[in-house]
């Protein structure tokens, strides 16, 4: 599975951006689906994560009820829909794979997209 994670940028305390994550090479549909993001001189921590059927959702507690993650199997894309951003988000978000029940620790996934940056102004 190559995964392609975009839509970071630039914005302000307070607003809202939407990461995509789009596979190739094989379809998502089987995947536990997983967001994590490492700001600069920290460690890879988990975000959020999705069953295969989208059916259940975890968060970390700092992101909860402004963060949502959203799968579209028909369009082999996971989404993470980011709103009342904070400087404290900022980070490279990584999207990644794996088979199995979600998990929060990253050794867990087997399959990584590039990341993409985030950068929360206040």
């Known amino acids: 599975v190559q995964l392609q994670a975009s839509g970071g940028g630039l914005v302000q305390a307070g607003g809202s951006l939407r990461l995509s994550c789009a596979a190739s090479?094989?379809?998502?549909?089987?995947?536990?689906m997983g967001w994590f993001r490492q700001a600069p001189g920290k460690e890879r921590e988990f975000v959020a994560a999705i069953t295969w059927s989208g059916g259940t959702t975890y968060y970390t507690d700092s992101v909860k009820g402004r963060f949502t993650i959203s799968r579209d199997n028909a369009k082999n894309t996971v989404y993470l829909q980011m709103n009342n951003l904070k400087p404290e988000d900022t980070a490279v978000y990584y999207c990644a794979a794996r088979r199995g029940w979600p998990t929060r620790n990253y050794s867990d996934y087997d399959y990584w997209g590039q990341g993409t940056l985030v950068t929360v102004s206040s």
């Open positions: 090479g094989r379809t998502l549909s089987s995947y536990t």
